[in-house]
């Protein structure tokens, strides 16, 4: 199996299906005809780049996406905290 090889504008043009017309990684990259992880891969790299950082409506999903994760994270906290709190509440004489 070969490596393919891609051109900085074609790995530019998937990030800005990512950031700028708010498509997920995985989108982009079936669109593309490309593997998911290699899209997310660009979107970090180029991400720091002028003119490449999410705007418009890929800005709202990048931010929508890292709330839902770190609401989700947040969850499973208070979940483990309550579930602790009963443990040790229960061990008192």
């Given at each position: ?38 899209v ?45 709190a ?8």
């Amino acid at each position: 199996m070969t490596r393919r090889k891609y051109t900085r504008e074609f790995k530019v043009s998937a990030v800005r299906l990512v950031n700028e017309q708010g498509y997920s990684p995985g989108e982009a990259a079936k669109s593309l005809g490309v593997d998911a992880n290699s899209v997310r891969a660009w979107v970090k790299k180029y991400a720091q780049e002028a003119g490449l950082e999410p705007t418009g409506e890929g800005a709202v999903q990048a931010e929508l996406r890292r709330l839902r994760r770190e609401n989700a994270d947040l969850r499973m906290e208070r979940e483990v905290l309550k579930k602790a709190a009963t443990f040790f509440a229960k061990e008192q004489p």
